[in-house]
């Protein structure tokens, strides 16, 4: 008789891809689990290139994804895909990642069925409910269908308690965004295309550039490059190295404004493997990201965040990143700061990662297997040494 628990993983983007990758090969680990994976495909060509990085096949493939797809037509696919896999499956338990509209189908489909959800880097918020959209509202909805929360941080976790989430069913683990970027740093096989490795100017300290989010869209991304006109000019030992995201919007204006400018490199979005090359071989990175706010300071690489507000603030507090706003005179004073005084560089790059220590996946793992009777102690909790 077949005693092994079932645990489904289910995702349909690159970012909870990302974060997923790693529990999928600690759950693969132990010969009393059986595990499945299941993407929705909610965002499809980025996702097909995480999973052949990470060599991960899924188990059931719903490819939902369309042009000019709504919230509503990704809800409702995604809903009616999952409810026929889980009633087949049936299994003991659902892991969803993250606030997409994915991870808050996931959670719902298995709720329908009567089947447990975790909830991974669960506990994020802003207490703004279009803000961000709809993800702020997904997340919310996750910890109010969950069973189990893998908090990555003791903010998220206090923000769940603050939820009214009982506390035996929060589990501190750290996030795994940081395991699954040191297996990629770590690895030396993994192929850079010769163009990107090129661009690299001998002798430079490269500032890696990165912005997209709708709020910054017009006047401020303006601002934040006018921020790198004047950062390249003035100092002659930097290459500026952008990566320009496909919005039309960003695109207008970034290109309009810096290409074919000295020491400034415009490059399409790469795949993840080639940001984790460049930040490694960065100076500093400039980002209005929410990923590269956790993944740079394990990297030992300051992050100046060019946004008004962040929903990480661990590593404002943690002093590996700084907010500097979306205004032209206050990007390129906190850069030139450290471009200058080598001791605030250094304060920066040195500062303890709040985010995780590579472990993340393994507690996941073992919180599941203590949940589900397979182990009889909880897993330590990820401590963060300031």
């Known amino acids: 008789m077949n005693m092994k628990k079932k645990v489904a993983?289910?995702?349909g983007t690159r970012p909870e891809a990302v974060k997923m990758a790693p529990i999928i090969k600690e759950l693969q680990k132990h010969q009393d689990m059986d595990t499945k994976v299941i993407v929705t495909a909610q965002h499809r060509e980025m996702l097909d290139q995480f999973l052949k990085l990470f060599d991960i096949t899924p188990d059931n493939d719903l490819d939902i994804m369309e042009p000019n797809q709504?919230?509503?037509?990704?809800?409702?696919?995604?809903?009616?895909?999952l409810e026929k896999i889980f009633i087949e499956e049936k299994p003991d338990l659902v892991l969803t990642q993250g606030d997409t509209t994915t991870s808050f189908v996931a959670a719902l489909a298995a709720f329908y069925q009567k089947i447990a959800v975790g909830h991974v880097e669960a506990g994020l918020r802003t207490d703004n409910k279009y803000d961000p959209y709809p993800e702020e509202m997904n997340r919310r909805l996750i910890t109010t269908?969950?069973?189990?929360?893998?908090?990555?941080?003791?903010?998220?976790?206090?923000?769940?308690?603050?939820?009214?989430?009982?506390?035996?069913?929060?589990?501190?683990?750290?996030?795994?965004?940081?395991?699954?970027?040191?297996?990629?740093?770590?690895?030396?096989?993994?192929?850079?295309?010769?163009?990107?490795k090129n661009c690299l100017m001998p002798g430079k300290r490269i500032l890696l550039a990165e912005a997209h989010r709708r709020e910054n869209l017009?006047?401020?991304?303006?601002?934040?490059?006018?921020?790198?006109?004047?950062?390249?000019?003035?100092f002659p030992d930097t290459q500026l190295v952008f990566s320009v995201h496909k919005n039309p919007k960003v695109r207008e204006t970034v290109f309009g404004m810096l290409q074919g400018k000295e020491r400034i490199t415009l490059l399409e979005p790469v795949d993840y493997q080639v940001l984790v090359w460049l930040m490694k071989h960065s100076y500093l990175i400039l980002t209005d990201s929410g990923g590269i706010q956790e993944e740079g300071p394990s990297l030992a690489k300051p992050v100046l965040v060019m946004r008004k507000t962040t929903e990480r603030p661990e590593g404002v507090d943690a002093g590996t990143?700084?907010?500097?706003?979306?205004?032209?005179?206050?990007?390129?004073?906190?850069?030139?700061?450290?471009?200058?005084?080598?001791?605030?560089?250094?304060?920066?790059?040195?500062?303890?990662?709040?985010?995780?220590?590579?472990?993340?996946?393994?507690?996941?793992?073992?919180?599941?297997?203590?949940?589900?009777?397979?182990?009889?102690?909880?897993?330590?909790?990820?401590i963060w040494n300031k």
């Open 9 to 11: 993983l289910v995702f």
């Open 218 to 234: 017009g006047k401020p991304m303006e601002n934040i490059c006018q921020a790198m006109l004047d950062l390249v000019s003035d």
């Open 70 to 81: 709504t919230l509503t037509r990704i809800t409702t696919k995604a809903l009616e895909g």
């Open 145 to 196: 269908l969950g069973d189990l929360n893998f908090a990555p941080t003791p903010v998220s976790t206090g923000n769940l308690l603050k939820n009214g989430v009982v506390k035996d069913t929060i589990f501190l683990t750290g996030n795994t965004v940081i395991d699954a970027l040191l297996y990629i740093a770590g690895r030396e096989d993994i192929p850079i295309p010769e163009e990107v």
């Open 321 to 382: 990143a700084k907010l500097v706003g979306v205004e032209s005179a206050d990007i390129y004073r906190e850069a030139a700061e450290l471009l200058n005084d080598r001791e605030a560089y250094e304060k920066m790059a040195k500062a303890a990662n709040p985010y995780g220590d590579g472990q993340a996946a393994r507690r996941t793992v073992e919180a599941v297997r203590y949940w589900l009777g397979l182990q009889n102690e909880r897993p330590d909790e990820f």
